[in-house]
C-alpha cells in the first residue's frame, strides 16, 4: 500500500507529507514539478526516509504518472499540485489554466485508466482526493449565510475559475466513470512553510524587517482561516471516511477582516520583539481587481460525518505560525532571495530521492 501525493514541496503538501510519515507507516510518492512555489528543502527531514520518493514532474504528464501509478499501486492520489496564488492569476493566469485545468484533466485521465485496471476490491477501495477552495463559490456579503457543500459555483478570480474547472472535471469522472473521488473546498490557510506571498507570512516577513506592510482597499474583506494541520487531518479523514463522491466544504469558523488579521499579527510581533511600532507600518494600498469581500464556511457535514474539528483557534494557530516564521528566518531569507531553488543541490549534493 501507498499513496501518491502531487504538489508535495508546496505549502500545504509539504504539511500533509511530513504530517504523514510521521504517523503513518504507508510509503508516500510525491511529484511535483518545482514552480517557484515548490521547496524541496521542507522536506529535508524525510529525504533518507525508505517510505519517501520524489519525483520532479508536471501532472500535466500522463506518461510519467501512468508509469508511477503502474510502479507504485497507490491506493490513494491526493491531489495538491496547482498554481495557487490570486494575484498571479490577474497578471498572469495561463500557467493557472495549464495547471489547474489542463494538469488536472491529465492527471484524471492517467488515474482512470490505472484505477480500471485494478482488481474489484482495490477499484472500491481507490480514492482520489482533489483538495480544492472556497474561492469557487465567489464572495458573500455581510450577513450571508456561509458556503456548504451545495452553494452555487461564481467563482470571480481566473485563479478561482481555474480551481472551479477543476472541480467540475473531478465531479465529471465520479459520476461518468465511477471514479470514487472526494473533493474538500477549504478556507484560507496558514501555517508553517507559507510562501510569503501570502498575506500572513508576507506580514511578518516585511514587518521583521521594517517594511510597509500593505493592505489592499479598506482591509475590510473578510477570510474564515484555518491552520494548516487542522486541514491536513480533514484531508486524512476524508481518506478514511469519505464517501465516494462526496465534497466536503472545510473551514475553521474564523472570520477576521484582513485588518484584524494584520493587526493581531502586529500585536503578537510587539510582544515576541518588542521595540519598533509594527502598527505604524501598516499602509492602506490600491485594492485588488475584482477582490472578494467575505468568504465564510459551514463545515458541519465535515464534522458531524467525518467526527472532523479543528484543534487549533485562531489565536493559537497564528501565536505558534509567527513563532515559527521567527525561528525560521533563514527559510524565509532563502524563499524571498530565491536562493531555495539550489538549497539542497549545494547542501546536500543530491537531485533526486
Ligand atoms: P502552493 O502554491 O504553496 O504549492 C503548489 C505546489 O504545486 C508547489 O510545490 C508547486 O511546485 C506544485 N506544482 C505547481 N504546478 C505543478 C504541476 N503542473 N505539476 C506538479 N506540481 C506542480 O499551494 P498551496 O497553498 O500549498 O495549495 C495546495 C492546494 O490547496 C492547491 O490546489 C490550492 O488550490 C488548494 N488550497 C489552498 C488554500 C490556501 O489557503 N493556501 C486553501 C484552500 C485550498
Ligand atoms: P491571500 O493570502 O493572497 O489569499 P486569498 O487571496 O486566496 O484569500 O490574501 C488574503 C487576503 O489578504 C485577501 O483579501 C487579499 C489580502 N491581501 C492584502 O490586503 N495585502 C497583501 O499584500 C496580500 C498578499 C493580500
Redesign the pocket.
Known amino acids: 500500500m501507498s499513496i501518491l501525493v502531487?504538489?508535495?514541496?508546496?505549502?500545504?503538501?509539504?504539511n500533509f507529507v511530513l504530517e504523514w510519515l510521521a504517523t503513518h507507516n504507508e510509503p508516500l510518492v510525491n511529484?511535483?514539478?518545482?514552480?517557484y512555489?515548490?521547496?524541496r528543502e521542507n522536506l529535508i527531514s524525510v529525504q533518507g526516509d525508505p517510505r519517501y520518493r520524489f519525483v520532479r514532474?508536471?501532472?500535466?504528464d500522463r506518461d510519467l504518472v501512468a508509469r508511477l501509478l503502474l510502479e507504485h499501486q497507490p491506493r490513494a492520489v491526493v491531489?495538491?499540485?496547482?498554481?495557487?496564488?490570486v494575484d498571479r492569476s490577474i497578471v498572469g493566469p495561463d500557467a493557472f489554466m495549464?495547471?489547474?485545468v489542463i494538469?488536472t484533466f491529465g492527471l484524471l485521465e492517467s488515474v482512470r485508466v490505472y484505477w480500471e485496471g485494478l482488481n474489484h476490491d482495490r477499484r472500491n477501495g481507490f480514492r482520489f482526493l482533489h483538495?480544492?477552495?472556497?474561492e469557487v463559490f465567489g464572495s458573500l456579503n455581510e450577513g450571508d449565510p456561509a458556503f456548504d457543500e451545495e452553494s452555487p459555483y461564481r467563482p470571480n478570480s481566473p485563479y478561482a475559475a481555474s480551481?472551479a474547472a477543476s472541480d467540475h472535471l473531478v465531479r465529471a469522472y465520479n459520476h461518468t466513470y465511477g471514479l470514487p473521488t472526494l473533493t474538500?473546498n477549504?478556507?484560507?490557510?496558514?501555517g508553517p512553510y507559507?510562501?510569503p506571498e501570502?498575506l500572513i507570512p508576507l506580514v511578518l516577513h516585511r514587518a521583521v524587517h521594517g517594511q510597509h506592510i500593505p493592505v489592499y482597499g479598506d482591509g475590510r474583506q473578510v477570510r474564515d482561516w484555518l491552520h494548516v494541520s487542522d486541514?491536513c487531518a480533514a484531508l486524512r479523514r476524508m481518506l478514511e471516511a469519505g464517501e465516494p463522491g462526496a465534497v466536503y466544504a472545510v473551514g475553521g469558523s474564523a472570520e477576521r477582516t484582513n485588518l484584524e488579521v494584520v493587526e493581531a499579527l502586529c500585536e503578537l510581533l510587539g510582544e515576541a520583539r518588542p521595540g519598533p511600532n509594527y502598527h505604524s507600518l501598516v499602509h492602506m494600498v490600491k485594492d485588488r481587481p475584482g477582490h472578494d469581500r467575505r468568504y465564510a464556511i459551514d463545515a458541519r457535514r465535515a464534522m458531524n460525518s467525518l467526527g472532523w474539528a479543528p484543534q487549533e483557534t485562531f489565536s493559537s494557530g497564528l501565536r505558534k505560525t509567527m513563532q515559527w516564521y521567527l525561528d525560521n528566518e533563514e527559510w524565509v531569507s532563502r524563499v524571498t532571495t530565491g536562493a531555495y531553488r539550489d538549497w539542497i543541490d549545494r547542501q546536500y549534493h543530491a537531485s533526486a530521492g
Not at 6 to 14: M, V, W
Not at 186 to 190: I, L, R
Open positions: 502531487t504538489g508535495g514541496a508546496g505549502f500545504i503538501g509539504s511529484i511535483d514539478k518545482l514552480t512555489a515548490g521547496n514532474g508536471d501532472v500535466a491531489h495538491f499540485a496547482a498554481e495557487s496564488h495549464q495547471t489547474n494538469g483538495v480544492s477552495t472556497d480551481k474538500s477549504c478556507s484560507n490557510n496558514y507559507q510562501f501570502k486541514h
